[in-house]
């Protein structure tokens, strides 16, 4: 393929020959190709297109060496593409099914069988989209959905416009649900022009082909950029969406209205089980949701099937006034109107396009929530789709906005959409999704969480499926242990926040963070501490302040600010306080420490008798002696505690193991199991309680 373009503007140029050069295969050059596709969100988001090639194999049984097709998995996701994720097929086999097919109408019986054409026993699963490769006869097929192509694929005139600005190269499709008949289709327009080099799928994308793995990357680009520069002059001097009749707010205002909304419509959303939230407040965005045909296009939905698989066919625009915010009550009446009212037409749409062979109904809640000056909101079972949504969504906003400047927009008829949306073959997807793991849906905010006992519950809530807010004082120790929990976890669900709890405001500034990162706030853990030790004659106050400040006082500013969004959010929720043995046992040289923790055990049981009306438990850990990781022991605490003790510092770990009833250590980890067992679900009717993890110390015994 001749090189068309020098540079690119719509696209990134990411191919290197000598990256490529290392690749040892046609296959892993693949998965370098995909990975650079999917790098760009113009080109493709997560989990969407797919690439191929068709290269050569040995079976490992006859020894025959067999044409396999090699293609992208399903669920992969071409941005973090590895060979594992691609599904290997034996073309001898797949060649057979186009003479088994029996049309359209039973395409979908087509699927189980590209199990039965499996080459080898590793890979993906294969894909609703494996026959639109399998049938092409080139090596290689990207099938991408780029912005700037959907754009033409959803205008009014796209297949004129496909000729006019392809020249011939590009075939054009009408709309047509993804599987083996689309395959066909395609197939057979390529065998009656072989002079094309790719397709505009109506509605849904574009798919092209090449005899190498670097002709296909650059064709792509090619195509992509063609479509971008014809879309920029015809966008050149065009008010996008009929221009702006809601003007955003500033930066630091639309950031504080949605931090105070997001809980109220995160609570509102959660209508049939609880959602994880994102916001987004990116200038194509608020152009969009502020824009004066906004209404109209929400109303048309969104058009390429990867799209409103996840953002489903429409958003709900919010018609209310930033000011609402000010007001919680009225903004939740108002907010639940516009649900209620959201929740009626989708059960509308769902009656209207159903039959006999639908799957259930599934939540009608919105998933993409638009507010004019502010930006938009997306919920989802877990962050990372909350967040994809949010990023097809703007995707889907591009798109639009392409559409609209070559003559007009047009989304998929309702029944095609419900086609996709409720297809047998995606609820059966949705069927064999793994068991949600104990803390799904849920969100953590956990202070002191830099290291030791903190970061042991960091962990194993993560572990569990929460979402996790890490709070603490100490910059670059947060830093080390949110990088180290984001590489062994999924990025998504971990984020941190800076706060010295000595600031009357960082509470506050925690959970507007967790707000805008999560959408709100299901379970406290007040175990931000400190301590020091010595003689209470020589007692310094400033060291007692400090520990009341941070401990006693920074652990009521943060439940103070948990109980307001709690309340705006109305699901319910956990407090935590990680106390200690030393709130309820008498020892030497520890009234500063000691009297602190049992204010903080006492301030947990006031609590629990104040919150249990709005479906809050509020539980104590007291745990004693955690030396591995504590920061305690910082601020001459050990060495405080060795003299009390009259052994050294290197003693200690031994000695408080010996005074336990069960002669152990208690790690972070201990801690971290019994802060699991207390919110995990098993003692949802627990609230009041102290539970110990002291390794049995009769002095600490509650009474």
């Not at 965005?285 to 209404?295: E, R």
């Not at 709890?501 to 509470?507: C, N, T």
């Given at each position: 393929?001749?090189r068309?373009?020098?540079?690119?503007?719509?696209?990134?140029?990411?191919w290197?020959?000598?990256?490529?050069?290392?690749?040892?295969?046609?296959?892993?050059?693949?998965?370098?190709?995909?990975?650079l596709?999917?790098?760009?969100?113009?080109?493709?988001?997560f989990a969407?297109?797919?690439t191929?090639?068709k290269?050569?194999?040995?079976?490992a049984?006859?020894?025959?060496r067999?044409?396999?097709?090699?293609?992208?998995?399903?669920?992969?996701?071409?941005?973090?593409?590895?060979?594992?994720?691609?599904a290997?097929l034996?073309m001898?086999?797949?060649?057979?099914?186009?003479?088994?097919?029996?049309g359209h109408a039973?395409e979908?019986?087509m699927?189980?069988?590209?199990?039965q054409?499996?080459?080898?026993?590793?890979?993906?699963?294969?894909s609703?989209?494996?026959?639109?490769?399998?049938?092409?006869?080139?090596r290689?097929?990207?099938?991408?959905?780029?912005?700037?192509?959907?754009a033409?694929?959803?205008?009014?005139e796209?297949?004129?416009?496909?000729?006019?600005?392809?020249?011939?190269?590009?075939?054009?499709?009408?709309?047509?649900?993804?599987?083996?008949?689309?395959?066909v289709?395609i197939?057979?327009?390529?065998?009656?022009?072989?002079?094309?080099?790719?397709?505009?799928?109506?509605?849904?994308g574009?798919?092209?082909?090449?005899e190498?793995s670097?002709?296909c990357?650059?064709?792509s680009?090619?195509?992509?950029?063609?479509?971008?520069r014809?879309?920029?002059?015809?966008?050149?001097?065009?008010?996008?969406?009929?221009?702006?009749?809601?003007p955003?707010?500033d930066?630091?205002?639309?950031?504080e209205v949605?931090?105070?909304a997001?809980?109220?419509?995160?609570?509102?959303?959660?209508?049939?089980?609880?959602?994880?939230?994102?916001?987004?407040d990116?200038?194509?965005?608020?152009?969009?949701?502020?824009g004066?045909?906004?209404?109209?296009?929400?109303a048309?939905?969104?058009?390429?099937p990867?799209h409103f698989?996840?953002?489903?066919?429409?958003?709900?625009?919010?018609?209310?006034?930033?000011?609402?915010a000010?007001?919680?009550?009225?903004?939740?009446?108002?907010?639940?109107a516009?649900?209620?009212?959201?929740?009626?037409?989708?059960?509308?749409?769902y009656?209207?396009?159903?039959?006999a062979a639908?799957?259930?109904?599934?939540?009608?809640?919105?998933?993409?929530?638009?507010?004019?000056?502010?930006?938009?909101?997306?919920?989802a079972?877990?962050?990372?789709?909350?967040r994809v949504?949010?990023?097809?969504?703007?995707n889907a906003?591009?798109?639009?906005?392409?559409?609209?400047?070559?003559g007009?927009y047009?989304?998929?008829?309702?029944?095609?959409?419900?086609?996709?949306?409720y297809?047998?073959?995606?609820?059966?997807k949705?069927?064999?999704?793994?068991p949600?793991?104990?803390?799904?849906?849920?969100?953590?905010?956990?202070?002191?969480?830099?290291?030791?006992?903190?970061l042991?519950?960091?962990?194993?809530?993560?572990?569990?499926?929460?979402?996790?807010?890490?709070?603490?004082?100490?910059?670059?120790r947060?830093?080390?242990?949110?990088?180290?929990?984001?590489?062994?976890?999924?990025?998504?669900?971990?984020?941190s926040?800076?706060?010295?709890?000595?600031?009357?405001?960082?509470?506050?500034d925690?959970?507007?963070?967790?707000?805008?990162a999560?959408?709100?706030?299901?379970?406290?853990?007040?175990?931000?501490g400190?301590?020091?030790?010595?003689?209470i004659?020589?007692?310094?106050?400033?060291?007692?302040?400090?520990?009341q400040?941070?401990?006693?006082?920074?652990a009521f500013l943060?439940?103070?600010?948990?109980?307001r969004?709690?309340?705006?959010?109305?699901l319910?929720?956990?407090?935590?306080?990680?106390?200690?043995?030393?709130?309820?046992?008498?020892?030497?040289?520890?009234?500063?420490?000691?009297?602190?923790?049992?204010a903080?055990?006492?301030?947990?049981?006031?609590?629990?008798?104040e919150l249990?009306?709005d479906?809050?438990?509020?539980?104590?850990?007291?745990?004693?002696?955690?030396?591995?990781?504590?920061?305690?022991?910082?601020?001459?605490w050990?060495e405080g505690?060795?003299?009390?003790?009259?052994i050294t510092?290197d003693?200690?770990?031994a000695?408080?193991?010996?005074?336990?009833?069960?002669?152990v250590?208690?790690?972070?980890?201990?801690v971290?199991?019994?802060?699991?067992?207390l919110?995990?679900g098993?003692?949802?009717?627990?609230?009041?309680?102290?539970?110990?993890?002291?390794?049995?110390?009769?002095?600490?015994?509650p009474?």
């Amino acid at each position: 393929m001749t090189r068309r373009f020098e540079s690119f503007r719509h696209v990134n140029d990411l191919w290197r020959p000598e990256n490529a050069a290392r690749c040892a295969d046609e296959v892993e050059l693949l998965v370098y190709r995909s990975r650079l596709l999917g790098a760009d969100l113009r080109i493709t988001n997560f989990a969407g297109g797919n690439t191929s090639c068709k290269a050569p194999a040995v079976d490992a049984i006859t020894g025959e060496r067999l044409d396999v097709l090699w293609v992208k998995g399903s669920g992969g996701d071409l941005g973090t593409m590895t060979r594992g994720g691609l599904a290997a097929l034996r073309m001898d086999r797949m060649s057979r099914l186009r003479a088994l097919y029996r049309g359209h109408a039973h395409e979908d019986g087509m699927v189980p069988l590209y199990a039965q054409c499996v080459f080898g026993t590793e890979g993906k699963a294969p894909s609703i989209d494996t026959p639109l490769h399998a049938l092409l006869p080139a090596r290689h097929v990207d099938h991408l959905h780029p912005d700037a192509v959907i754009a033409i694929a959803a205008a009014r005139e796209g297949a004129a416009l496909t000729q006019e600005i392809f020249e011939g190269r590009l075939g054009w499709i009408d709309w047509l649900r993804p599987g083996f008949e689309l395959g066909v289709r395609i197939a057979e327009m390529q065998r009656a022009n072989p002079g094309l080099q790719g397709i505009v799928l109506g509605g849904h994308g574009v798919i092209s082909w090449a005899e190498t793995s670097e002709a296909c990357y650059r064709l792509s680009l090619d195509i992509i950029e063609t479509a971008g520069r014809f879309l920029a002059a015809r966008e050149a001097g065009r008010v996008a969406f009929g221009g702006l009749c809601v003007p955003p707010l500033d930066a630091g205002k639309r950031r504080e209205v949605a931090a105070a909304a997001a809980p109220i419509l995160r609570g509102l959303a959660s209508g049939a089980s609880r959602k994880i939230g994102h916001f987004v407040d990116a200038p194509e965005v608020l152009a969009f949701a502020g824009g004066a045909d906004a209404t109209r296009l929400s109303a048309i939905g969104t058009s390429c099937p990867d799209h409103f698989l996840r953002t489903k066919v429409q958003p709900l625009l919010l018609d209310l006034p930033a000011d609402l915010a000010k007001d919680a009550a009225a903004l939740r009446e108002q907010a639940r109107a516009a649900f209620a009212a959201y929740a009626e037409a989708y059960r509308a749409y769902y009656d209207a396009c159903r039959d006999a062979a639908s799957p259930p109904m599934r939540d009608d809640s919105p998933v993409v929530v638009l507010w004019p000056g502010i930006g938009m909101f997306t919920f989802a079972a877990d962050k990372q789709t909350a967040r994809v949504a949010g990023e097809y969504f703007v995707n889907a906003i591009n798109v639009m906005r392409g559409a609209e400047a070559l003559g007009g927009y047009v989304g998929l008829p309702r029944r095609e959409a419900f086609g996709v949306e409720y297809w047998q073959l995606e609820e059966a997807k949705l069927r064999r999704r793994p068991p949600e793991k104990r803390l799904a849906r849920r969100v953590a905010l956990v202070s002191g969480a830099a290291g030791g006992i903190g970061l042991a519950i960091a962990e194993r809530f993560l572990a569990e499926g929460a979402a996790v807010m890490l709070l603490d004082r100490d910059a670059a120790r947060l830093d080390a242990a949110s990088a180290d929990l984001r590489a062994r976890h999924d990025a998504d669900r971990v984020d941190s926040v800076v706060a010295d709890l000595r600031d009357a405001r960082a509470a506050d500034d925690a959970f507007t963070a967790a707000a805008l990162a999560f959408g709100g706030v299901d379970i406290l853990v007040n175990n931000a501490g400190l301590s020091v030790s010595g003689d209470i004659a020589e007692f310094d106050v400033a060291d007692y302040d400090l520990m009341q400040e941070v401990m006693a006082r920074g652990a009521f500013l943060l439940s103070r600010a948990f109980a307001r969004s709690i309340r705006r959010q109305r699901l319910g929720g956990d407090i935590l306080y990680i106390a200690s043995k030393n709130g309820v046992a008498v020892g030497p040289s520890n009234v500063a420490y000691g009297s602190i923790k049992a204010a903080q055990a006492h301030q947990a049981r006031l609590l629990a008798a104040e919150l249990g009306k709005d479906g809050v438990r509020v539980n104590v850990i007291n745990p004693d002696a955690v030396i591995r990781g504590s920061g305690i022991w910082a601020h001459g605490w050990a060495e405080g505690r060795a003299k009390a003790y009259g052994i050294t510092v290197d003693e200690l770990p031994a000695h408080y193991a010996k005074r336990t009833l069960l002669n152990v250590e208690i790690t972070p980890d201990d801690v971290a199991a019994a802060a699991l067992a207390l919110v995990g679900g098993e003692l949802s009717k627990t609230t009041g309680a102290i539970v110990t993890v002291d390794g049995g110390v009769p002095a600490a015994f509650p009474r």
